[in-house]
């Protein structure tokens, strides 16, 4: 059974500071893994998605970087700012289906 | 508008009561789902739909109903409401193909006393 984990599960910085978030999963039988943003209330914003055959993708301030044998991905955020602050979640869409896994997430604060 | 729009937004409703929560998108995207997000679990999904008339069960399928008769709705029904299902609902959608994003409405929040 895949199971997504994110670690740190809260993560508060000054504004300024490059930052990495984790996600790490389990079954390497993926499609695609991608990165959402959730501001408190809304719903899910996607921010980058990574196909299994990729190592990495950039949006801006954003990188995204996927190492599928050891189940792992990372966000980098550059120069973070306090409009950075929400919950960053990850999930992995499982090889031969069309569902995503999510984890629990990371909730970001970044401190002006 | 394009996109992927849930109604109501939020919603209290007694519990033993039937509720539908409504998920339209204007896509045509093939695919359709349904999470609840909870605290201390994240998103799981409950039911999801590959097309018109063709749904299946996710990790958390007890007690909801779906049904997908049009491309473009997804119903998602509590048949006897329950507490335990008081919850944030999410609607997503996405196309067929494996390296396609998925996108999100904004949410129902409802809650069953």
């Known amino acids: 059974k895949q199971e997504v984990t994110q670690i740190p599960a809260a993560l508060s910085v000054p504004e300024g500071e490059n930052l990495v978030l984790n996600c790490s999963f389990t079954?390497?039988?993926?499609?695609?893994l991608q990165w959402f943003r959730q501001d408190p209330g809304k719903g899910l914003t996607s921010l980058l998605l990574?196909?299994?055959?990729?190592r990495e993708q950039t949006s801006g301030r954003l990188n995204a970087s996927l190492d599928k044998s050891s189940g792992r991905s990372t966000l980098y955020i550059a120069a973070s700012q306090p409009g950075d602050s929400a919950t960053y979640l990850c999930?992995?869409?499982?090889?031969?289906?069309?569902?995503?896994?999510f984890g629990t997430g990371t909730r970001l604060k970044v401190l002006a | 508008d394009a996109g992927i729009t849930q109604s109501p937004r939020y919603k209290i409703t007694e519990t033993g009561r039937q509720v539908t929560l409504m998920c339209h998108q204007t896509?045509?995207?093939?695919?359709m789902f349904w999470y609840r997000q909870d605290l201390g679990h994240g998103l799981r999904l409950i039911y999801y739909?590959?097309?018109?008339?063709?749904?299946d069960k996710g990790e958390v399928p007890d007690g909801y109903v779906v049904s997908r008769s049009k491309t473009e709705n997804f119903p998602l029904t509590l048949e006897s409401a329950t507490r335990s299902q008081t919850s944030v609902y999410f609607c997503?959608?996405?196309?067929?193909?494996?390296?396609?994003?998925?996108?999100f409405g904004q949410g129902t929040r409802l809650t069953v006393v």
């Open positions: 990574i196909q299994s055959s990729q």
């Open positions: 896509w045509s995207h093939s695919y």
């Open positions: 997503a959608s996405s196309e067929m193909y494996s390296n396609t994003e998925a996108f």
């Open positions: 739909s590959a097309a018109a008339d063709i749904t």
């Open positions: 999930a992995v869409r499982i090889s031969g289906t069309y569902k995503y896994i």
């Open positions: 079954d390497s039988a993926i499609y695609n």
